[in-house]
């Protein structure tokens, strides 16, 4: 009796740490959103680099832009946007937007990535584009288009 006791005991205590858990993991939490930060922004794109047909290029990595090279990234007026660059061609490069001084380090180690973060408070269209000397020519530009 006392076994069956201690081991409902247990499972029911496992069940409420499995709530706990999922609650705090929940992107509605406070104290999740209070703990990372980085992941407040109301929109986050994933690009990584690389190269195709002798052109260098930003590939959209997960949701809508998957798969996308130099994708349309489309924002409101007021959003706050993340954007994660992944290095994954070993060659130097970085993810800049003028208007919004938004711009990641120069990296070049394969599997490093970097997240920046910035509040578009203008609508129109802008260019991302990769600063590192000739890259923008090679075909590292795209647009953000920010919507009223
Ligand atoms: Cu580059």
Redesign the pocket.
Known sequence: MNNISGSQKLFTFLVLVGIFLMAACSPAAPAHNTAEGALEAEIHYTLK?GAADGQ?IFIGVGGEIDGQINPDLTANVGDTVAITLINDDG????FVIDEFNAATS?FSEIGQEETIQFTVDQAGTFFYY???TG??Q?G?EGQLIVNN
């Open positions: 680099t260098l060659r130097f490069h970085d120069v990769c600063s590192v890259h923008r090679a590292m």
